[in-house]
C-alpha cells in the first residue's frame, strides 16, 4: 500500500474513534495537529509516515478519556497491521502515542522521544495553548464539573500523574499555572518555540483580565 493510502487510512480509522469525544479532544483538536505538524514539518526532516500516524492516532488510547487503554493500543497495532505497517513501524508509532502526554514529564525517568514524537508532541501541546487552548482547558473543565477558580487554591507544585489526574484538587484557572503556561519553555522544535511565544502571552493577558475582573477591580 502506498504511503498516501496508509495516512489516509489512519485519518479514517482516527476519525471513527475521536468524533463523537465531547471533552476538547475531538476530530478538530487531531487536525489542528495535523496542521501543525505541516508546518513544523516545513523546517525538520522526519519520517512522514510515523509522524502522521502518531499525530492522528495520539489520543485514541489516551488513559484520561478511555476505560482500556491497553485494549484500544492492540486495536491500533491490528489496524495499523492490516495495512501493511511493519511491526518496527507500529511499535514506533505506540511509542510515541503512549509517551507524548504532559503526565510522562512528571515521572522520575520521563521518556525520550524520537524526532517525530518531538513534532507530534510540540503540535498536541501547541494546540493546547492560546486562544483554542483556554476555551479547551474552559471545556474540559466544564465536562468534569471543575469549580472554575477558587482563590484559597493555590496551584499545585511537584506533582506525580496521580495527583495531577486528580481534578477535585484542580481549578480551570490553576490549570494554567499548573501546565498551560509551562509548555512554551517545554517545546521540543524552533518552529514550535516561536509559534508558542505569541499564544503564551495571550493566555497571560486572559489571566491578567480574568482576575481582574474577579476582583472586580476591571
Not at 125 to 132: E, M, P, Q
Amino acid at each position: 500500500m502506498e504511503l498516501r493510502q496508509q495516512i489516509q487510512k489512519i485519518r479514517e480509522f482516527a476519525y471513527g474513534k475521536m468524533h463523537n469525544d465531547a471533552t476538547g479532544h475531538n476530530f478538530d483538536h487531531i487536525e489542528r495537529v495535523i496542521k501543525s505538524v505541516n508546518t513544523i514539518l516545513l523546517t525538520e526532516q522526519a519520517d512522514h509516515l510515523i509522524t502522521y500516524g502518531a499525530a492522528y492516532l495520539h489520543d485514541v488510547a489516551d488513559d484520561k478519556l478511555v476505560d482500556d487503554p491497553d485494549k484500544l493500543e492492540q486495536e491500533i497495532a491490528n489496524f495499523l497491521k492490516s495495512i501493511e505497517l511493519t511491526d518496527q513501524q507500529i511499535d514506533e508509532i505506540l511509542y510515541i502515542t503512549h509517551n507524548l502526554s504532559f503526565s510522562k514529564t512528571l515521572s522520575q525517568n520521563p521518556p525520550k522521544l524520537s524526532l517525530s514524537g518531538q513534532i507530534v508532541q510540540d503540535a498536541d501541546r501547541l494546540d493546547a495553548i492560546g486562544a483554542i487552548g483556554i476555551i479547551r482547558a474552559i471545556y474540559y473543565g466544564g465536562v468534569n464539573a471543575q469549580v472554575i477558580y477558587d482563590p484559597k487554591m493555590k496551584p499545585r507544585t511537584n506533582m506525580d500523574k496521580k495527583e495531577y489526574r486528580n481534578l477535585k484538587d484542580e481549578t480551570i484557572i490553576n490549570h494554567f499555572y499548573e501546565k498551560l503556561i509551562k509548555l512554551r519553555a517545554m517545546m521540543n522544535t524552533e518552529t514550535a518555540k516561536k509559534i508558542a511565544d505569541g499564544r503564551h502571552e495571550f493566555m497571560l493577558q486572559f489571566l491578567d483580565e480574568f482576575k481582574g475582573e474577579w476582583n472586580g477591580k476591571k
